[in-house]
């Protein structure tokens, strides 16, 4: 129909003799034609969410690096060669463990040495007493006899003389001894020192040295880390920190309980903070905070990379959102909320922490209120909508990353 207007109207536009009036008849009837066959659009489908109210406990997470309880470097105390090796790298030890030996034999010759100089500076002492008790009897024996004159006094203070001098010898004797027995301790303490063993209990690592090494003592052998239970240090920044004791001014209460995620999962074993360490890193404005954990079967090794989260508060009542629900534009956030005409309004939002897929809401919305979480990118402020409520499969993919506060 609307085809056979325009060829009138083309017709008629050729022949001008026709009336001005009959020709605005049919361009009108045209214009109305081409409006009826205009296809009507229906109001876009979207899925909704209602915002959630509830206590949200508030994860936080750091990456951690593990280390042994204790670390016990084993050094040789003397300088020797290495003859050989009693454990096994990577074995678990105990303390006193015999780990290395050193070649003991120039320290046995050592000791044999001092110990033959300790029996001569005792012979020496033996002699010198001698040689002090026959003085004293010639001294015992001229004093009567020069008080009567029978002796000449001359011989009396030689006498004397002779006995104070045998008694030096006596003392001297007795030093030499005694410095002789200390050589012989050192000697001793030395070739005790070729035994290289172990300071503590714990895991020891690959040997450092092979054997027929000239080690020293500056020459590490070995460490040995207690690792059950086992430290994890990670640094928490200042504001974090301060945050924290502000919500947990008691000391004794601020041994947060931990979880160690591992490469291939969470470590199925709860840790907890030990202590904060004294002084805040000034290149990187953070505090180095020490938890605890345990390790049976010494599955976790010193040097490992790990995530560590715990809950560092809750916040009651708090409004939850989707992530994918929030959009962010120069610092800005907003959400799509759908009224109770379907009709759209673009809100802006003051967002808090996130926590799993979802975002809490500080300002902006109220509890109940609907918002678009699929199909934010094809609605407008104004826009009549259709919502249909988030689908499960749509609810389980993760969202996508959110920007940083």
């Not at 090494?213 to 040995?224: F, I, W």
């Amino acid at each position: 129909m609307c085809y056979l207007l325009f060829l009138r109207l083309e017709r008629l536009r050729l022949r001008l003799h026709v009336a001005p009036l009959l020709v605005f008849s049919l361009i009108v009837a045209l214009i109305g034609c081409q409006k009826s066959q205009q296809p009507t659009t229906s109001p876009p489908d979207v899925e909704v969410v209602e915002v959630m109210q509830k206590d949200v406990p508030i994860w936080k997470e750091w990456i951690g690096t593990l280390d042994g309880l204790w670390n016990a470097q084993i050094r040789p105390q003397v300088t020797g060669y290495l003859l050989r090796q009693t454990y096994t790298d990577g074995a678990f030890v105990k303390k006193d463990q015999l780990l290395f030996e050193i070649d003991p034999r120039t320290f046995q010759a050592a000791v044999d040495q001092y110990k033959g100089q300790l029996a001569n500076a005792e012979g020496l002492l033996a002699s010198a007493q001698a040689n002090q008790v026959k003085a004293q009897n010639d001294v015992n024996r001229y004093t009567p006899l020069a008080k009567e004159q029978a002796i000449p006094q001359q011989d009396l203070d030689t006498a004397i003389q002779v006995n104070l001098a045998a008694k030096a010898q006596v003392e001297a004797a007795k030093a030499q001894i005694e410095a002789a027995k200390a050589q012989v301790a050192t000697a001793q303490l030395n070739l005790g020192w070729t035994k290289v063993v172990s300071l503590i209990d714990g895991v020891a690592g690959i040997a450092q040295a092979q054997l027929g090494d000239l080690v020293t003592p500056s020459t590490l052998l070995t460490t040995v880390s207690t690792v059950d239970p086992i430290k994890i240090y990670f640094p928490v920044s200042e504001r974090e920190y301060l945050n924290y004791v502000k919500e947990h001014p008691d000391d004794e209460k601020r041994h947060l309980p931990l979880q160690l995620i591992l490469a291939n999962g969470v470590y199925p074993h709860e840790g907890k903070t030990t202590l904060v360490d004294r002084q805040v890193d000034v290149k990187t404005g953070t505090l180095r905070v020490q938890g605890l954990f345990p390790n049976p079967g010494n599955v976790l090794r010193p040097g490992q990379y790990a995530r560590v989260r715990t809950i560092i508060a809750t916040r009651k009542d708090a409004l939850l959102v989707p992530q994918k629900a929030v959009s962010e534009l120069q610092g800005n956030y907003q959400v799509a909320v759908v009224g109770s005409d379907n009709k759209v309004q673009i809100r802006p939002v003051k967002v808090g922490e996130k926590t799993g897929t979802d975002w809490i809401i500080e300002q902006g919305l109220k509890p109940g209120e609907r918002v678009v979480a699929e199909g934010v990118q094809k609605v407008r402020g104004g826009m009549v909508v259709n919502p249909k409520p988030l689908t499960k499969t749509a609810e389980a993919q993760p969202a996508p990353a959110a920007p940083t506060r």
